[in-house]
Every structure is written in C-alpha cells, then in structure tokens.
C-alpha cells in the first residue's frame, strides 16, 4: 500500500510542525517515515495513517526529529566550509592574488603606526557590525518566505549569514586580550607584524567572501548542491 500526494504532502506539514523547517531535511524525513509508513501498513494493514505516521515518529526517541536536524546541520556546516574555502583560495591566484598583496601590504603599514592596535580593532568592528547587518537582512527575508510557505533550502539560510561570524568572534577575543594585557604593537618585532598583518589579510577576504562572495553565487551553488532546486523553486 502507497502513500497518497495527499498523505505526502500531510509528512511535510508534520515535519514543520516539529520545527523541521528547511525543505532538504524536510524531504529526507518524509521518505525515511513513508518508507516506514509503508512497512507498517504490510504488518497490519487496517491501521489508520495517523495512527501509523504517528508510530513511526515514535522511533525517533523523545527528541524527536532534533538529532536528524543537528546532524543534517554539521553534514552542511563541513559542506559550507567547503565551499568558503574554495572561493577564499582564489584569492591566492592571479589576478586576485595582487589585491590580496596590496591588502596584506596595507595591514603592514597601518600596524607599524603608533596606536595600530586600536585601528585594527576599529576596522574589526565596523566589520562585525557590516556582518550582524547582512545577517539581520537574511533573516529577515527567510521568515517572509517561511510565511508564504516558499521552501528553504539548508545550505540557503546558511549562505549569507556570516554563519560563522569571523570578524565579530576576532575582534571580541581582541579586545578582550588588549584589555587584559594592554597590548601595544610598537613593542613587537618584525616577525610579529607579519604575521598580524597575515592572519588581518585572510580576515577580510573571509569576511569578503562569506558576506559578499557566496551570496552573490547562492543560485549557482545551490543548484549544484541540490539537483531538484531548481525544480522545486519553479513549482
């Protein structure tokens, strides 16, 4: 005995209702509980599908469907890794690879003037402000689309969120550092700066990237992660 579009399109529901709310994840519950549904059904044919929908979400323990969504999220989080990463080594090759010198050679002179670290920390600001800004606005636009039902894909209410918040995580470490320690960078050697100037540079091309970058190529990337994207964006 099969499912019904109408008994499938009740598992998509169900699924919302216990807060799964990207469509991928979505989808893979719903086959895993039709599947299951289905082997219920060859058991004891005369029960009813709440009472066999209800049954098989039973098996997934007390929590519910939340160990599915938390590994469905670190699978994505290596996979959106993947990708930023992908996307910041270009940076490393030419023609962009002389914008990543002119930044890096930038950073070495502003560190190299008195009073460096309270620009860096500055410019580390404005940049984590720029982040929880570009996060707000996804945000925003993902609970407009959760209120027409338009389906959201994972690696979608990833990309463009700054999930990882870089500049923001920095600069609050900084300047908890600076305070502590009084930190001044006129007393360090060469090396030191090199290496601030370094770890500076990949900073705002992580930034750049990630709030910039990815957003820009959200469709495309989407696409290649989701073979039915398009499909179901079309519906």
Known sequence: MKLTEIQITNLYQFTRQHFVYHYDVQTELVDHLANDIEGIWEENPKISFEEARDKSFKKFGIFGFMDVIEAKQKQMNKRYWKILLRFVKEWFTLPKLITT???????????????????????????????MVAAYRIRKKHKAKEKTDEKI?????????????????????????????KFDFSGLNMYWLLLIAAIVTLLIIFFYVANYVLPQKAEELLQETYPEYKLVKNV
């Open 153 to 181: 894909f994972l690696l979608e209410a990833m990309i463009g969120t700054t999930k990882n918040s870089f500049t923001g995580f920095t600069f609050l470490h900084l300047f908890n550092f600076m305070n502590l320690t």
């Open 101 to 131: 010198l002119l930044i890096f050679l930038s950073v070495f002179c502003i560190v190299q003037i008195p009073f460096a670290e309270i620009a860096i920390v500055s410019v580390l600001l404005i940049l984590a402000v720029f982040e």
